[in-house]
């Protein structure tokens, strides 16, 4: 049989309200949230993962201590890798318009402490850290065919204005055979929290077109050769909630990517058909990967994505939901309001 890599996306939401305070957490041992998250990853047993909504340090201390957490599920992560995120990262700035400078909206992306909500990647095999590549410093204005102009944006906010809330990156894992993958990692931001500008909803939509512009050789780097999987919380769901989908419509739709349908077995992605599914939702309820309250909230959306190249072969794919009332289901809301999200694939 042919060797499979489970590559997944988590956005685990293990964000605090100040620096060092998730690692305080981690580090107890004690925290409900952190055990489930760590139990989730365990169960679900990807061998390389995207977490987003985890706050970043300098030397990955909350990582390290949180893959200790994992491992003491029963599953080991070798190799852990982060660039820091654009939240709170700061700008002299007025970015939001609000008359003041210095505030959570003024940084690049928005955030309390700088690494704030940031992504990382727990992979069980070699990360090519020399090859990972870091778009997130790419100005907003400077991508090709950008909704920016209708933003509001000061010229003075313009002028320095990021396109990436959090991070834009490309990092390559080692496969046993010499070959590798590459992991296009990216998470927006929520295209909602604005005024009638739809500054949010703008640049959410770009983030995602940020990949195709990439792909086509568009931008000031070169374009990434495959195979490759994007993966991230794009915070949009392509046919139901808010935002702009058109982007993410053309990303889903480009024949360069694969959109893997869930797997229907094994409790993992069917079963969310029976438990907690928005019926206003147009699209297919077994790829959901939030859930949001249904009153209050925009319902359960699919926000989340793992897409891998055309060329590699898909032999699996889910969405972490599993059998309502089960175990593994109670530990999955309490770790966060997002599911896994996991595709298998042939290794080249």
Request: aromatic share 8%; hydrophobic share 40%; glycine share 10%.
């Amino acid at each position: 049989m042919a060797e499979t890599l489970k590559i997944a996306t988590f956005n685990a939401e293990l964000s605090r309200k100040g620096p060092g305070l998730l690692l305080r957490d981690i580090l107890s041992g004690k925290d409900p949230q952190v055990e489930a998250a760590a139990g989730v990853i365990a169960r679900a047993a990807p061998d390389a993962l995207l977490l987003t909504g985890f706050d970043y340090d300098l030397d990955l201390v909350a990582l390290n201590a949180f893959a200790q957490r994992i491992e003491a599920r029963g599953l080991s992560y070798d190799h852990l890798f982060a660039f820091r995120p654009n939240r709170g990262r700061v700008t002299e700035v007025d970015l939001d318009g609000d008359g003041r400078r210095g505030g959570p909206g003024d940084a690049q992306g928005w955030g309390r402490f700088a690494g704030a909500e940031g992504m990382a990647i727990l992979s069980r095999l070699p990360v090519l850290e020399a090859d990972a590549t870091d778009y997130s410093d790419l100005l907003w204005r400077e991508l090709p065919g950008s909704l920016i102009d209708g933003a509001e944006l000061s010229a003075e906010a313009a002028a320095v204005q990021r396109l990436s809330t959090t991070g834009h990156w490309t990092v390559p894992i080692a496969l046993p055979d010499g070959q590798s993958v590459t992991l296009f990692a990216w998470y927006a931001t929520p295209p909602v929290f604005d005024g009638p500008e739809d500054r949010n909803g703008r640049r959410n939509r770009d983030e995602t077109a940020f990949w195709l512009r990439l792909l086509d050789g568009a931008l000031p780097y070169p374009a990434p050769e495959r195979p490759f999987v994007i993966l991230g919380d794009a915070n949009l769901d392509p046919v139901d909630g808010d935002g702009r989908p058109d982007g993410l419509a053309a990303l889903l739709a480009d024949p360069r990517v694969q959109d893997p349908a869930p797997a229907s077995r094994g409790g993992r992605a069917a079963s969310v058909a029976q438990g907690g599914v928005n019926a206003r939702h147009g699209g297919d309820p077994a790829r959901d990967t939030a859930d949001w309250p249904d009153d209050d909230g925009p319902g359960n959306l699919r926000v989340d994505y793992v897409l891998p190249s055309a060329g590699l072969r898909v032999t699996d794919s889910g969405v972490w939901w599993p059998e309502p009332g089960s175990e593994a289901a109670e530990e999955a809301e309490a770790a966060s309001r997002h599911r896994l999200v996991w595709v298998e694939v042939e290794l080249p």
